[in-house]
């Protein structure tokens, strides 16, 4: 089994990475840094299951790169490929925010959960909202990964 993480924040990259890595230790676990890098890996790897932040930035930074343009919805934009694309990859959204902003378009964490359950896109599991010092988080994504590898 493989598992994709799209996450460009190192921290909270690293605490869903040693996560999975123990839950998980014979699945094959990769990692994309932003939207860009995430699709292509997406494409390319066609994981079973697809870990995604909402918030990334359009490109992979670099010491040179800023990663271009923030996108505040990410990790929906990258479900909607995964259903455009017909991958079978279970996807969970992972975020640390309870709002989101951009351009004329605003959700509170409750209305984007609304309206990712509204997409009814068979492949979206979930989404969670993660705090470094709560633990809850953990429970909610190994359960999610557990019933997506077991089908």
């Known amino acids: 089994?493989?598992?994709?993480?799209?996450?460009?924040?190192?921290?909270?990259?690293?605490?869903?990475?040693?996560?999975?890595?123990?839950?998980?230790?014979?699945?094959?676990?990769?990692?994309?840094?932003?939207?860009?890098?995430?699709?292509?890996?997406?494409?390319?790897?066609?994981?079973?299951?697809?870990?995604?932040?909402?918030?990334?930035?359009?490109?992979?930074?670099?010491?040179?790169?800023?990663?271009?343009?923030?996108r505040s919805f990410a990790g929906r934009d990258l479900l909607r490929q995964i259903s455009r694309h017909n991958l079978k990859a279970a996807a969970v959204i992972v975020t640390q925010y309870q709002a989101f902003q951009e351009e004329q378009e605003s959700l509170t964490l409750s209305e984007l959960k609304r309206e990712l359950e509204g997409m009814k896109i068979p492949n979206y599991k979930g989404l969670i909202y993660y705090h470094p010092k709560l633990s809850n988080w953990k429970d909610e994504l190994v359960s999610i990964v557990h019933k997506s590898t077991a089908q």
């Open 1 to 70: 089994m493989r598992i994709l993480i799209i996450e460009d924040d190192p921290n909270k990259l690293e605490q869903v990475r040693s996560l999975l890595v123990a839950e998980f230790a014979d699945h094959i676990i990769e990692f994309a840094h932003s939207y860009q890098s995430g699709r292509a890996k997406l494409l390319a790897t066609q994981p079973d299951v697809a870990v995604l932040d909402m918030q990334l930035p359009t490109f992979d930074k670099s010491p040179s790169e800023d990663g271009g343009r923030r």
